[in-house]
């Protein structure tokens, strides 16, 4: 919570549950998809999906 990225970008990636869980069935490495996203950027609560608050 101390690095620069964390920082810049509190709330962090959007994740879809449902593209994760289509990537693992299609055999990808839970390995690869824990891997920390590289594309955080700076970003508010108005960046974030309406889906997420209902």
């Known amino acids: 919570m101390q690095s620069e990225v964390f920082g810049s970008n509190p709330i962090g990636v959007d994740v879809d ?3 994760l869980l ?6 990808e490495p839970p390995a690869e ?3 920390a996203h590289s594309n955080a950027e700076p970003r508010g609560f108005e960046t974030m999906p309406a889906e997420f608050f209902r």
Do not use: D, Q, S, T
Not at 22 to 27: D, Y
């Open 17 to 19: 549950p449902r593209e």
């Open 33 to 35: 998809l824990a891997k």
């Open 22 to 27: 289509r990537r693992l069935r299609a055999g």
